[in-house]
Nanobody
Framework: QVQLVESGGGLVKAGGSLTLSCAASGRTFSTYGMGWFRQAPGKEREFVAAISWSGGTQYYVDSVKGRFTISRDNAKNTVALQMNSLKPEDTAVYYC?????????????????????WGQGTQVTVSS
């Protein structure tokens, strides 16, 4: 069983920055693909960013490219999402997720149904 705990959410003004962190339990963290998803009120959960087991491959939804950066530290079992130039439309609950699928393809890493484990979520609110 893998447990994921997010932190770092909060209230920030438009144009500001936040860094979300996700701490994972388990001795096989370095084999997981990791992703961040978000869900705004009244909307479906959407993919935000993902990273392969080695950190060598990252994917982003178009709306955050150039503003968000995903990274991981396999020695510390953590994954982070650095969010810059935040916009009010980035307001959502952000979820960290882990997939045990061995093939870290674009389809696998960007699709919620491939993720086995989810954190409880952390709220990010961007004021205008």
């Amino acid at each position: 069983q893998v447990q994921l705990v997010e932190s770092g959410g909060g209230l920030v003004k438009a144009g500001g920055s936040l860094t979300l962190s996700c701490a994972a339990s388990g001795r096989t963290f370095s084999t997981y693909g990791m992703g961040w998803f978000r869900q705004a009120p009244g909307k479906e959960r959407e993919f935000v960013a993902a990273i392969s087991w080695s950190g060598g491959t990252q994917y982003y939804v178009d709306s955050v490219k150039g503003r968000f950066t995903i990274s991981r530290d396999n020695a510390k079992n953590t994954v982070a999402l650095q969010m810059n130039s935040l916009k009010p439309e980035d307001t959502a609950v952000y979820y960290c997720a882990a997939t045990t699928e061995p093939a870290h393809t674009r389809v696998v890493l960007t699709t919620a149904t491939y993720y086995n484990y989810w954190g409880q979520g952390t709220q990010v609110t961007v004021s205008s």
